[in-house]
């Protein structure tokens, strides 16, 4: 009989799926200071680098608005202070992948999941360019999310998942019929260490606030740290992350599902 460490072994490699339900994946890294020559402007050299892996440009302003609140003999005074910079947004021509850099942080967003190598050195071709352009660079927060938005529409009962997800994960609900039902939804936060891990799941309801009728239930795995981290730090780090979301949502579906992906 095949023990669980062999089963995690075996199930840690996302992609052995040839059809899986992994709708988003994002890989996100914050600096510990803002790299203010990215706030107007980004270097020829970083913007012909970052054009070449994603060939389409959509650059925003992002505004930041803080309110400071003086006192004094006369009383309290409020002032506003609107901070502008901006966000350096570059695409795949597909648009299934996307690339934004500020001075504060830069997050890949996949929307055409192939592997969590391939997530990995999209992310570390613009941390390597970074580096090269900003030395002193430090990081200070990491973080990996998989969002898996799993649909059956052979079914009819847009309720039942007793089939594809474990048990524990599913809410009864005996106050109502389950055609009433409009919405559940679930939230878990953990701890391993020093990664701490948001798990969100359940039925989601896209037709919200109607009835459910679609068969769609959510994973939602993201997994982050804070610190201070160097450059090997966050290559460790993202792969435990991986590792860890990996083993959470293989506990979490059943052999049923299993075959729909395969």
């Known amino acids: 009989m095949e023990t669980i460490s062999n089963l995690l072994r075996e199930c840690l490699n996302l992609p052995r799926y040839s059809k899986p339900y992994l709708k988003q994946a994002l890989a996100r890294v914050d600096f510990i200071?803002?790299?203010?020559?990215?706030r107007n402007s980004l270097p020829n050299e970083l913007n012909r680098d970052f054009i070449e892996k994603f060939p389409i440009s959509d650059h925003k302003e992002i505004r930041e608005s803080e309110v400071i609140i003086t006192s004094d003999s006369s009383g309290d005074t409020a002032q506003t202070r609107e901070d502008r910079s901006m966000n350096w947004c570059f695409r795949k021509k597909d648009r299934s992948h996307n690339l934004n850099v500020n001075m504060k942080f830069l997050y890949i967003e996949c929307l055409k999941y192939h592997s969590f190598e391939a997530l990995s050195d999209e992310l570390f071709l613009v941390i390597d360019k970074l580096v090269g352009s900003f030395?002193?660079?430090?990081?200070?927060?990491?973080?990996?999310?998989?969002?898996?938005?799993?649909?059956?529409?052979d079914e009819p009962n847009p309720?039942?998942?007793?089939?594809?997800?474990?048990?524990?994960?599913?809410?009864?609900?005996?106050?109502?019929?389950?055609?009433?039902?409009?919405?559940?939804f679930n939230i878990f936060e953990f701890m391993y260490d020093d990664m701490n891990?948001?798990?969100?799941?359940?039925?989601?309801?896209?037709?919200?606030?109607?009835?459910?009728?679609k068969k769609v239930f959510i994973l939602d795995y993201d997994a982050y740290s804070k610190g201070v981290f160097t450059y090997a730090d966050v290559k460790t780090k993202l792969k435990l992350f991986h590792e860890k979301i990996s083993e959470l949502f293989e506990f979490s579906i059943e052999d049923a599902l299993r075959d729909r992906m395969r």
């Open 33 to 38: 200071a803002p790299i203010h020559e990215l």
């Open 197 to 213: 891990l948001r798990f969100q799941y359940g039925m989601h309801n896209p037709d919200f606030p109607a009835a459910i009728l």
């Open 135 to 153: 030395p002193d660079l430090q990081f200070g927060r990491l973080g990996l999310r998989y969002i898996n938005s799993i649909e059956i529409d």
């Open 159 to 184: 309720t039942e998942w007793s089939a594809y997800i474990k048990n524990s994960l599913l809410t009864k609900i005996d106050i109502v019929t389950p055609d009433q039902i409009t919405r559940i």
